[in-house]
């Protein structure tokens, strides 16, 4: 079953809602989100780098490490009052107009 972004950061707030403490502060949340990049890059570069993973380090994903930075990011847009489906049309128009051109676009014929 394919969940919205809407429902996904619905489904966060339920989550967070549960606990006394709520939400971080921005700050945290960026020290947390920034956290979670290194780990996404370090796995990045054990699987396309060349730096191989050490036998006594955790089998962590790319797939994981993606998700907690999805998870991450709708605490912040949550904390905020942020509608990230609105973020993502933003981003997208930005992408579908001033960048409409910038990259070479595949022959569909």
Known sequence: ??????????EVDR???QFEEGYFSPMSMLARMTEEVGELAREVNHQFGEKPKKASEEDNSIELELGDILFITMCFA???????SKSHDAVMHKFNT????????KNTD
Do not use: V
Not at 1 to 10: F, G, H, P, V, W
Not at 78 to 84: H, P, Q
Not at 98 to 105: F, V, Y
């Open 78 to 84: 949550n904390s905020l009052g942020i509608d990230l």
């Open 98 to 105: 001033r960048d409409a051109n910038r990259w070479t676009k």
């Open 15 to 17: 989550y967070i809602s």
């Open 1 to 10: 079953m394919e969940k919205s972004l809407a429902e996904m950061q619905r």
